[in-house]
């Protein structure tokens, strides 16, 4: 069954660096998107992307963080310069459109800032 | 601004007993989702439901959708501690759009 891959699986980095998250949606898929989860706390939209290029983006998803898609398979989110307030699971997910109704989240990657 | 209330937060039940979850939303959505998420780990789809009255079922887990009244609701029946997880309920306006989460509802099941 296709499945939308995330690495790393766990981050630890030093506050004011940078971080890149990395994902590979499923392959036909053209909708793709970035959660966080802070422990504890309900799932929050970070950025919605369509199109190469941003479709909607929270409050949360300030300067410091950008998305791209570098290549046909890849979409990656950077944290410029991260922040102990950073520090949550962060969650890929895409969806197909069309009669495709799922968003298709990947396993995650806990981001641990110190 | 879409908002999504779960309730209750937090759910305490004794294996064989039945209970629902409710989660209410603000505004006019396209489509409702449940999910459950164990600790450390992704999100799992449960179920979507599109239109008013849909109602699925899968196993001891029954969702069902009233547009009216924006409310949907996920119905466990006698309940077993494989169920222990959170369930999130999540809606959104369309493909591409955002899913905007409720705050989850942590299960407990009790032998």
């Known amino acids: 069954e296709p499945e939308v891959t995330q690495t790393p699986s766990h981050q630890v980095t030093q506050m004011g660096q940078e971080v890149i998250l990395r994902c590979v949606p499923i392959?036909?898929?053209?909708?793709f998107y970035w959660y966080r989860q802070i422990l504890g706390q309900k799932v929050e939209f970070l950025v919605s992307?369509?199109?190469?290029?941003?479709?909607?983006k929270s409050e949360i998803f300030d300067d410091q963080f950008s998305v791209e898609r570098p290549d046909g398979s890849n979409f990656t989110l950077k944290i410029r310069s991260t922040k102990l307030e950073d520090s949550a699971m962060y969650f890929c997910?895409?969806?197909?459109?069309?009669?495709?109704?799922?968003?298709?989240f990947g396993a995650g990657t806990r981001l641990s800032v110190l | 601004e879409l908002k999504v209330e779960q309730n209750p937060l937090f759910l305490s039940m004794q294996e064989g007993k039945n209970y629902t979850i409710y989660c209410n939303y603000s505004?006019?959505?396209?489509?409702l989702y449940w999910y459950r998420q164990d600790p450390g780990k992704s999100l799992e789809s449960l179920f979507v439901l599109l239109s008013n009255g849909a109602v699925k079922q899968e196993g001891r887990l029954m969702a069902s959708l009233d547009t009216k009244a924006r409310l949907s609701t996920l119905h466990i029946t006698a309940a077993v501690h494989d169920l222990s997880a959170t369930y999130f309920c999540a809606v959104d306006k369309g493909y591409g759009n955002k899913l905007v989460f409720g705050a989850g509802t942590i299960l407990r099941v009790k032998s």
């Open positions: 997910a895409s969806s197909g459109g069309g009669n495709e109704l799922w968003e298709y």
């Open positions: 505004t006019t959505s396209d489509r």
């Open positions: 392959s036909n898929h053209l909708y």
């Open positions: 992307f369509y199109n190469n290029e941003i479709s909607e």
